[in-house]
T-cell receptor, first 113, second 117 residues
Framework: GDSVTQMEGPVTLSEEAFLTINCTYT??????LFWYVQYPGEGLQLLLK?????DKGSNKGFEATYRKETTSFHLEKGSVQVSDSAVYFC????????????FGSGTKLNVKP | DTGVSQDPRHKITKRGQNVTFRCDPI?????LYWYRQTLGQGPEFLTY????????KSRLLSDRFSAERPKGSFSTLEIQRTEQGDSAMYLC???????????????FGSGTRLTVV
């Protein structure tokens, strides 16, 4: 079945460092791919998405490219800030069922000043 | 529009008691979803409604769980005879469903954290 695997955390970086959080998926066909962010005590917020192969989603300096050949959707940011500290979830919406999300287990990011 | 609202934010209950959570979706959204998130894990799908019809239920939703969405507006999730394993964050989301299963504006609420003691 459909599933998402993302790198375990926590990831600890200094402010202005480069961020990569790896995400790979298993799905039939071409699912839609998402990154969500969860701040302490809050719900999930959509960070970015891509709906077809080679699409690049971007928002707030974060980027991720939908790579069909490697079944990946890695999250990157060139210069992280303390305010980026949160838990990041990779997710997919299935090809045949757009009404259900499959989430990875989350990667906690700590950014130190 | 204040987004997706969930009530209560926190609930502590004794094992064996019944609990009920409420979700108020974004008003124009016709689809409503429930997910469960345990500590250190991503959310897992429980069930979803299109208007008032419950169209899919996960195997995670045992017979102690029941969800309703009367009149296609707010939804309730009830857990009967709670067990310690039910302790989790229960997230509600809503979306505006389009043709061929597309979704627009999928938005999560802040969740209800349930602790069963």
């Amino acid at each position: 079945g459909d599933s998402v695997t993302q790198m375990e955390g926590p990831v600890t970086l200094s402010e202005e460092a480069f961020l990569t959080i790896n995400c790979t998926y298993t799905a039939t066909g071409y699912p839609s791919l998402f990154w969500y962010v969860q701040y302490p005590g809050e719900g999930l917020q959509l960070l970015l998405k891509a709906t077809k192969a080679d699409d690049k989603g971007s928002n707030k300096g974060f980027e991720a490219t939908y790579r069909k050949e490697t079944t990946s959707f890695h999250l990157e940011k060139g210069s992280v800030q303390v305010s980026d500290s949160a838990v990041y979830f990779c997710a997919l919406s299935g090809v045949y069922n757009f009404n259900k999300f499959y989430f990875g287990s989350g990667t906690k990011l700590n950014v130190k000043p | 529009d204040t987004g997706v609202s969930q009530d209560p934010r926190h609930k502590i209950t004794k094992r064996g008691q019944n609990v009920t959570f409420r979700c108020d979706p974004i008003s124009e959204h016709n689809r409503l979803y429930w997910y469960r998130q345990t500590l250190g894990q991503g959310p897992e799908f429980l069930t979803y409604f299109q208007n008032e019809a419950q169209l899919e239920k996960s195997r995670l939703l045992s017979d102690r769980f029941s969800a309703e969405r009367p009149k296609g507006s707010f939804s309730t999730l009830e857990i009967q005879r709670t067990e310690q394993g039910d302790s989790a964050m229960y997230l509600c989301a809503s979306s505006l469903g389009g043709a061929e299963g597309t979704n627009y504006g999928y938005t999560f609420g802040s969740g209800t954290r349930l602790t069963v003691v």
